[in-house]
């Protein structure tokens, strides 16, 4: 690796190998703190539009629109990018803006599985501490479950490797939470999918919001 490792994106004088991010004003806060969706230096600088200029998808609040997140429904549900959630489960999921959201609707029996799938990512380099970080909302759920996986080009969705399962949290607690992954050992391309398993039940919904990757998901090789 001759000529070492550097952020491309935000290269410059700001970050450091060290893994820091030089607000330009104030202090310095460790690489994970930039882009996801908190701010933490006095004048922003660590989110915004910065962060959207990465890999389309990599930060998106849906708010303005999908960042190249695509739904491909199921046979009787599907996801949604809504601006606010329906009156029914606006209690157990409240948000101020847009999400990603399936929602139970009044009828039973939902089968099947809805997906929603991101852009294709570039690999992050071997060894990066690169994780994804998302907030996720299972609110009133009866029935179902949301995982998320990961799929890479060379092999496609036969080889696709789960990530993350909603029944591996604990059922009791409700409301948003933020669910961070590492993403480790990719050598190609790759994407990431939501799948909704039959529905969230009636008046029940399930939403995604503030999907964002760590800077260390984009140090690039110079060699
Ligand atoms: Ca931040």
Redesign the pocket.
């Known amino acids: 690796m001759g000529g070492g490792v550097a952020a491309a994106p935000l290269s410059g004088p700001n970050v450091t190998l060290e893994g820091v991010y030089h607000c330009h004003q104030g202090p310095t806060i460790a690489l994970d ?2 882009c ?1 969706f ?3 230096c006095p004048l922003g600088d ?2 915004g539009d910065r962060c959207r200029r990465f890999l389309n998808g990599s930060y998106c609040s849906f708010e303005e629109d999908e960042c190249m997140w695509k739904s491909i429904p199921g046979r009787t549900f599907s996801w949604r990018r809504l601006q606010s959630p329906a009156k029914a489960t606006r209690q157990i999921c409240p948000s101020s803006g847009g999400t990603f959201s399936v929602e139970g609707g009044q009828t039973k029996g939902q089968r099947g599985s809805a997906l929603l799938r991101s852009p294709m990512f570039t690999p992050p380099l071997r060894n990066s501490p690169c994780k994804v970080r998302f907030w996720v909302c299972a609110g009133g759920l009866q029935k179902g479950a949301l995982s998320l996986w990961i799929v890479e080009n060379s092999t496609g969705p036969e080889e696709q490797r789960r990530l993350w399962h909603s029944a591996s949290e604990a059922r009791s607690e409700s409301g948003w939470k933020l669910i961070s992954i590492p993403l480790y050992g990719l050598a190609d391309w790759f994407w990431l999918q939501f799948s909704a398993e039959d529905g969230p039940g009636v008046g029940s919904v399930i939403s995604i919001d503030n999907i964002s990757f760590t800077m260390d998901c984009f140090l690039a090789c110079e060699c």
Do not use: H, K, P
């Open positions: 703190q930039v996801d908190q701010t933490d660590d989110e």
